[in-house]
């Protein structure tokens, strides 16, 4: 009977450590080597205008922009708006994209100025 006890224990344990590490994998947000977070691009907007960027993200199709081919790409609590290509398709909301394009400014008459990516290609991940 112990040498069953022990054979049961082991498989909880390698269960424990496989759940853990899945836990571990899955939870953390690391963000895609070559790519930019987009805290940082809100603390350096306006020194990053015209700089070529790639950005990993969910969509958030649901903003006071989309009537300007604008949707907003976030990372946890942070978001930047992107304009997507004239004759690319908006894409759905809440699924995770990866945005090519450079950071531009602009006035707009709802929210005033605001700093975007101008995107030259958004691929959903």
Not at 16 to 45: F, Y
Not at 74 to 86: H, I, L, T
Not at 94 to 101: P, T
């Amino acid at each position: 009977m112990t040498k069953y006890k022990e054979a049961v224990m082991k498989r909880i344990l390698a269960a424990i450590i496989l759940g853990v590490w899945l836990l571990v994998s899955v939870g953390c947000s690391s963000i895609p080597s070559g790519t930019e977070k987009i805290a940082d691009l809100n603390q350096n907007k306006a020194s990053m205008i015209g700089k070529d960027v790639v950005c990993v993200g969910l969509t958030d199709t649901k903003g006071s922009l989309s009537s300007f081919r604008m949707f907003k790409i976030s990372q946890g609590s942070n978001w930047f708006w992107v304009k997507y290509p004239e004759g690319a398709e908006e894409p759905p909301q809440g699924i995770k994209v990866r945005v090519y394009g450079k950071i531009q400014e602009s006035q707009f008459n709802i929210i005033g100025k605001a700093y975007f990516i101008q995107a030259t290609k958004v691929a959903m991940e």
